[in-house]
């Protein structure tokens, strides 16, 4: 695709954000809603245009060229993905459940669950492939170092002469074996003799009974070739025939691409360095006597209608920009005075960390105070883009770079505001010192002449308030961050993990609405996205968006929970933190191994962010009494997790994930204050196995593409894809996969092998629905059908009192 594709396609998706954001602030302003359903619909709609609108960002993001332009596409591509992390709060506190549906919506924009699917941006690990590169190298050195890792031998290459004697001999003994084979048929032809005269059969007879084989096998081929031509019609079947030549020379042209897109970002950073090093060669000096002779006349003007000097603002207050823009300066940065920004700033923070704070699901009885949505953190951020976009891009002509180079006097405009940005800030600790002289000049003066001297010249160096919270104590503050995580890698602390990706999580979107505890496993790979992926992927989104600090995903043995999280941490490319309890057998040992332990964990999970904390079998640091087999000592970091999720700041793209198989076990006040969110797996049903059977039997190219997966999915129902994929592994064996053309894969041989797995049973899939309700979602939605109930009830009531 060509560069005006992309230019078209980026105009196209601001046309649709700008009228998105329109609504979307018209629905922030509104009054509270009373109507549940048309709120809920509202937001769903708001939801899914976000998702939409976002995921063609992505796409013109990964393939632009320009790189002033991408600059621009990401500030917005992260807004709006941050907005749906939003907007999914809102839906979860309206449905009381993690998994939101509205057929109605879909109908109505016409969409398919594949259309509201978020596509993870690609820029997540691309942006960062020299650094996870370099980590991954450094992390296998380690582990050859100390044995976990055998070192790869390098092969001895043959001289040509040896190789040439190895094919001889090879050679030789296969025509020797050869020629041995033929002269043992002429011995048992020659011993066989002559066949009897009555069994004989004339040369009409065999040519019948070879014309009727063949007649029998080519119709048969004829058959097998028009239902397989009448499948692919239908859709049934892929077309094997499709040129798959195409999709590799489009998947080239976006390597291509993306190279260029490197070279011009190369391109561009020089150009900047080069006009910074200009600007300050060339106008630093001029541009340094402008300011100080500014500030010199506001002091002379100001000492002389008041007869004193001003207060300095200090530099968090914005310096000089401050203290000219209350006199109605007309420059650029007297009209965005840094104090107002800072305060949008702080109070966009406090924002999310209210938001953080306020996770716990409230029933409103009755819906009797309305809904009304929170102030949104990434709206004034979208709009910021829109107006971007409008004042520079919208109607720039661009015939002159038909290449997508970047534009210097955009570079020499932005370079030539943060050079004057810098030296105002060295202008203003001159002056702020030479203030300081003046005044105590001026307090000698009044001195000699008998007047009271106010003490208060130092005021004006005082800086903004300091954190009243109290530093936690390094107990390693001489390392470096590399030898701290080399200690972790030796320890087995910080592990590594296989590369699983979330499209290996098979399973379709839900095409109709369901229940909270029966969601299809494309649902449950959309609500890890929204939850895990994108915060810890986007530092602008973990900062402003509804902080989750932690979360549990509970389901049966084999449902893929592990395979989960190992697909979030490949997908953003972080760190992993194994704190399972038999991880930690023997390690650290005592209370101060134990300190150490956490302090570790703590501080280079925050240098290495993004890290993910895993945490398997979470439910045995909390169980009331653990087995006297057990010798991990679960409840080693009982305390210690709750501190180490309190700990993790709003901006730190930290987060503890647990896995468990039976939650049940645990104490629910202590699993519910360790972990914010709760995301149940359940077995899959029809759909969900009939497409696992599907996908993985279609990995071996000798299985028939008519075998029918349908019934596997009918005599499987109960197992879970994790036997289904076990069971595929045991059956298609090396030595079987070369027999597959010959001898076609049976049901009965995969039938066989499944029935030696363990399904799910009845009892514990009730097991998983009780504790289920008893999670802080789950008691809230049997609140809130309790009072729908009564509501109904009072209702069916209330005319038989009338008519009385």
């Known amino acids: 695709m060509s560069n005006l594709t992309y230019n078209n396609l980026w105009r196209s998706a601001q046309v649709d954000l700008e009228k998105l954001a329109t609504h979307d602030y018209e629905f922030q302003s509104s009054e509270p809603q009373f109507d549940k359903h048309f709120a809920q619909s509202k937001i769903f709609e708001l939801y899914s245009k976000y998702i939409i609108i976002g995921n063609k960002l992505n796409e013109i993001y990964d393939q632009m060229l320009q790189p002033q332009k991408r600059i621009l596409v990401k500030k917005i591509l992260d807004a709006c993905l941050g907005r749906v992390c939003e907007l999914k709060q809102d839906l979860v506190k309206l449905d009381l459940t993690e998994f939101n549906y509205n057929d109605e919506i879909m109908l109505k924009l016409k969409l398919t669950p594949f259309d509201t699917e978020i596509v993870i941006p690609h820029y997540f690990l691309r942006e960062r492939e020299e650094e996870l590169m370099a980590r991954a190298k450094t992390m296998d050195d380690i582990l050859k170092r100390i044995g976990v890792i055998e070192e790869e031998i390098p092969i001895e290459r043959l001289s040509e002469l040896e190789a040439i004697r190895i094919i001889q001999m090879h050679e030789r003994a296969r025509q020797g074996r050869l020629r041995a084979q033929f002269m043992k048929e002429i011995r048992s032809l020659k011993e066989k003799g002559k066949p009897e005269r009555g069994k004989a059969e004339t040369g009409f007879m065999a040519a019948l009974k070879i014309q009727k084989v063949w007649r029998g096998f080519a119709s048969r081929t004829q058959t097998r070739k028009r239902k397989m031509q009448e499948m692919i019609l239908i859709g049934m ?82 310096g000089s920009r401050h203290l000219l823009s209350r006199q109605g300066t007309d420059s650029e940065f007297s009209r965005s005075s840094a104090p107002s920004s800072k305060e949008s700033k702080k109070t966009v923070k406090d924002k999310a960390k209210e938001k953080g704070k306020g996770d716990e699901p409230i029933v409103d009885e009755g819906f009797k105070k309305g809904f009304k949505p929170e102030e949104s953190s990434f709206l004034p951020e979208i709009k910021a883009g829109i107006d971007e976009y409008n004042d520079i891009w919208k109607n720039k002509y661009e015939g002159g770079n038909l290449k997508q180079l970047h534009y210097e006097d955009m570079i020499f405009a932005d370079k030539f505001s943060e050079v004057e940005l810098e030296l105002r800030k060295i202008v203003d600790e001159m002056m702020r010192h030479e203030l300081e002289l003046l005044q105590i000049a001026l307090d000698k003066d009044r001195a000699a002449k008998g007047k009271k001297v106010k003490k208060g010249g130092k005021k004006a160096r005082r800086a903004g308030k300091k954190s009243k919270k109290k530093k936690e104590k390094d107990l390693t503050p001489d390392r470096t961050t590399e030898s701290l995580f080399e200690e972790l890698v030796v320890n087995g602390i910080i592990v590594k993990y296989p590369e699983n990706y979330m499209k290996n999580f098979l399973g379709d979107r839900a095409y109709a609405a369901r229940s909270s505890t029966n969601p299809a496993p494309g649902d449950v790979r959309q609500l890890l996205k929204e939850y895990c992926i994108l915060p810890l992927g986007s530092a602008m989104i973990r900062n402003f968006a509804p902080c989750i600090k932690s979360i549990l995903i509970a389901g049966p043995k084999g449902t893929g929970k592990r395979s989960l999280v190992q697909a979030i941490a490949t997908e953003v490319g972080a760190v992993m933190f194994d704190l399972s309890p038999a991880n930690l057998v023997g390690k650290y040992p005592g209370k101060t191994g134990l300190i150490m332990l956490i302090h570790l964990i703590q501080k280079v999970s925050r240098l290495l962010q993004p890290t993910i904390l895993y945490f398997e079998d979470a439910e045995k640091p909390f169980m009331k009494k653990i087995p006297k087999t057990d010798k991990t000592d679960p409840k080693r970091l009982k305390k210690d997790l709750q501190k180490i999720v309190k700990n993790i700041a709003p901006e730190d793209r930290v987060m503890l994930i647990g896995v468990s198989n039976a939650p049940w076990d645990a104490d629910q006040k202590l699993l519910q204050q360790t972990y914010n969110r709760f995301i149940y797996i359940p077995r899959p049903d029809y759909g969900a196995l009939s497409h696992a059977w599907r996908e993985l039997l279609a990995q071996y190219p000798g299985v028939s593409k008519t075998f029918d997966s349908g019934a596997m999915a009918k005599v499987s129902d109960g197992y879970t894809i994790g036997a289904v994929s076990q069971c595929i592994r045991d059956v298609i064996t090396c030595k079987r996969m070369l027999q597959l053309r010959i001898k076609p894969l049976t049901h009965v041989e995969l039938i066989n092998t499944l029935s030696t797995k363990e399904p799910v049973y009845r009892e514990e899939e009730e097991a998983f629905l009780s504790w289920w309700a008893k999670t802080p979602l789950g008691k809230a939605k049997a609140k809130a059908m309790e009072l729908e109930s009564d509501k109904m009830d009072r209702e069916v009531i209330d005319p038989k009192k009338k008519a009385k």
Do not use: C, H
Not at 246 to 255: D, Q
């Open 237 to 318: 079947l892929p077309d094997p025939t499709r040129d798959t030549k195409v999709l590799e020379s489009i998947e080239r042209v976006r390597n291509e691409r993306r190279k260029l897109q490197m070279e011009y970002q190369k391109l561009y950073e020089q150009s900047m360095n080069r006009f910074e090093t200009e600007i300050k060669e060339k106008q630093g000096s001029t541009m340094n006597e402008d300011m100080t002779d500014e500030i010199r006349n506001w002091f002379r003007d100001y000492f002389g209608r008041t007869g004193k000097f001003p207060e300095f603002p200090s530099e968090e207050a914005g």
